[in-house]
Nanobody
Framework: EVQLVESGGGMVQPGGSLRLSCAAS????????MSWVRQAPGKGPEKVSA????????LYADSVKGRFTISRDNAKNTLSLQMNSLTPEDTALYYC?????????????WGQGTQVTVSS
């Protein structure tokens, strides 16, 4: 069974930082591209970042470019997202997602999400 479990969310002041983690199990993690997707209240999902199997190809949404850094550890089956210079617009439920190869970064499984709230 595919499982993606996110952690690391919380409440932070504007300008602060958080590091999200995703523990993957039930599939060969190193064979899949992975993504972070967020959904803010009343808005549709937004893919904020994606990383290829070996970490050589990385994508960022324009809204987070220069502030967020995605990484993966294939030995530990973990995906991470370092988020710096957070703003209230980054408030959302953040999901870890699995992207099968050859799908153009389309996701087929998501975790339950971890809430990030940026507020003073």
């Amino acid at each position: 069974e595919v499982q993606l479990v996110e952690s690391g969310g919380g409440m932070v002041q504007p300008g602060g930082s958080l590091r999200l983690s995703c523990a993957a199990s039930g599939f060969t993690f190193s064979s899949y591209d992975m993504s972070w997707v967020r959904q803010a209240p009343g808005k549709g999902p937004e893919k904020v970042s994606a990383i290829s199997t070996g970490g050589t190809d990385i994508l960022y949404a324009d809204s987070v470019k220069g502030r967020f850094t995605i990484s993966r550890d294939n030995a530990k089956n973990t995906l991470s997202l370092q988020m710096n210079s957070l703003t209230p617009e980054d408030t959302a439920l953040y999901y870890c997602a699995r992207d099968p190869p050859g799908t153009g970064w389309a996701s087929d499984y998501w975790g339950q999400g971890t809430q990030v709230t940026v507020s003073s």
